[in-house]
């Protein structure tokens, strides 16, 4: 129910909306800029004098104190009597013209219906008595056509009429509700096949599906559209059968025709301003059409340009083409519907404050997300650390950029952020062939008794059978620190393969262990609380004489004291 609500409200706003955008849109009329004041005379304004809903004449004159108004209202009640007395027959319906009062009088039997003298034949430009004779007439058809639409015969067919309308309705509804199924599954079996996205200048808006779901949407808010117009048709049909309603009718249809006639006559206006506007559409088109087909050649390395890399050119593409269409925009924005009234104008005011007071942040990181791309940090697919987090770049956009980490988590950071902090790159080497490999680290630290000479053929062994390492560049063993009781060896080992490096770390670990047992070095970091005498000095044996032996401890036995 609440979608039918939905739908019932967006149907009626679209409605709202032509019949606005044809006011809108509609040319105002040229007034002179100087207007003769020219007084109609009070002769020329008349009275309708109506029966029922009908107007039949107008009196556009005045007989000494009675004015228009008065004789038109007084001659409509007896127009109206006469109608409804249907002893009265219209046949009695005759002119009589009175020498004495200088009028021509409209009577039925002896009753009088109408006065008309001079003054009147004057306004209509006939003479008195035709103008009468005239009036009779029409008094005589409106009689019979007011009798006839309240006979008893007009009032059933009226009732049959209704009955058959509203079967048509109910029809109608029926084939409009059977229909909006069929063509769901005809676009839906259509989706894959022939029904493309929807692209602007080259971008892509909507995808098929998208497209699909949208144009059901719209089969949708037609069908409620449908629904209201075939409301509305058949209320005003219904009314239109009875005598008591015609009026309503009437005004109704009038409503419509207004409103379509103001819709045709403002679309019509519209037609050299839709021109202009199908001319800047077709230019900017053919515009970019040109700028793409030069960055993508500057992609292909086709062109080349000193300076500017071949991966700046779909970034620097896709700028051209926003400016391009900003420009477009500026430039067909005084061709739109309605864009000169103050309405629209006070929109567009209020919507630019609304995106300069809350898109700062959005600002800060499209101008963030440009000035990286022309830095060259990083690229799609690279590993990188940015602050403390680290994985693969999955999507570098002009707002955030996404990056997987080695837990398969993924990060959305925006991209100010990423612009201040700083990027470490991984993978680099691989995308400029002068830079050096990645290099792989780590410490480990072993007692001054292990001869260091003997550590880095041990270490060196370990990085010759981790795999993902290059022998060459050669590995390198640094030693980094001569610590209290122990010295720190930093192996550095190159590789190809950054996106590899926590499997090479573990490998590395694993042979280090493994090199180390095999060489009878045990991995410690050992502390000394020494006491000199009896312990056996840290040099490595290599330098030692070959008749060194440990000195013993050496105990002094002191004899007891006596007690004075």
Known sequence: ??????????????????WQMGTAIAQPKVEPLITPEVSE???????????????????????AS?????????ISERLLEFAKNEELDVDYLQVIDNEETQTSDVLVGTTLLATFA??????????????????QNIIRDKILEYRAAFSLRNILLGVAYTIIATIILLLSFLAINLSLPRVHRYLRSCQSTWIPALKVFGIELLSSKQVVDLTLEVFKIIRLTTWLTLIYIYGNLVLSFFPWTQGFARQLFGYARS??????KGSINYLPNLFFIAVIIFVTSYTLKIFRFFFQEIEKEKITIQGFYAEWAIPT?????VLVLVFAAIVAFPYLPGAETPAFQGVSIFVGLLLSLGSSAAVANVVAGTIMTYTRAFRIGDRIQIGETKGDVLAKTLLVTRIQTLKNEMITIPNSAVLSSHIVNYSEANNDPETPPLILYTTITLGYDVPWRKVHKVLLDAVAVTPNTLLTPRPFILQTSLDDFYVSYEINAYTDKPKLMPDTYSHLHRNIQDKCNEADIEILSPHYRAARDGNQITIPADYLPEDYEPPSFRINNFPPQKNS
């Open 1 to 18: 129910m609440a979608k039918f609500w939905r739908r019932f409200f967006l149907a009626l706003c679209t409605c709202l909306l032509c």
């Open 41 to 63: 005379p009070e002769t020329l304004r008349g009275a309708p004098v109506v029966l029922g809903d009908d107007e039949l004449f107008r009196i556009e004159a005045r007989i």
């Open 66 to 74: 009675f004015d228009q108004e008065f004789r038109a209202k007084v």
């Open 118 to 135: 001079d003054v009147d034949a004057v306004a209509a430009g006939k003479d008195r008595y035709d103008l009468a004779k005239e009036y």
């Open 259 to 264: 409103a379509i006639f103001t819709v045709v």
């Open 317 to 321: 593409y896709k700028l051209v083409q």
